[in-house]
């Protein structure tokens, strides 16, 4: 069995930082696992979920979207079985639900095997 466990979210404005934080925990150890941070807004199906950012195994390797690069940071402590997603500058457009999730592949070829819950980011004007 294997967990994943989102923090971190809130209601921030426009231009604030916000840092998302995601455990890990089960089975197979933390750096087996690549991962990733999607996000979902109202009105979007599960499957329609946008990637945002995703890291490799080791995490020397990570993609973004087009609309965040320059924006979000994803990052990995490996020894605290967690990934983050610093955010900064936040644009209302950045409201949603944002989800971690463990799989495989590398950045641009993720394949998510376990989701978090979510955690609710609301920026406002």
């Known amino acids: 069995q294997v967990q994943v466990e989102e923090s971190g979210g809130g209601l921030v404005q426009a231009g604030d930082s916000v840092m998302l934080s995601c455990v890990v925990s089960?089975?197979?150890?933390?750096?087996?696992?690549?991962m990733g941070w999607f996000r979902q807004v109202p009105g979007k199906e599960r499957e329609e979920r946008e990637c945002?950012?995703?890291?490799?195994?080791?995490?020397?390797?990570?993609y973004y979207t087009d609309s965040v690069k320059g924006r979000f940071t994803i990052s990995r402590d490996i020894a605290k079985n967690t990934v983050y997603l610093q955010m900064s500058p936040l644009k209302t457009e950045d409201t949603a639900v944002y989800y971690c999730?463990?799989?495989?592949?590398?950045?641009?070829?993720?394949?998510?095997?376990?989701w978090g819950q979510g955690t609710q980011v609301t920026v406002s004007s």
């Open positions: 945002v950012a995703t890291i490799n195994y080791s995490g020397d390797t990570t």
């Open positions: 999730a463990a799989g495989r592949g590398d950045p641009w070829h993720f394949r998510e095997d376990y």
């Open positions: 089960g089975r197979r150890t933390f750096d087996k696992y690549a």
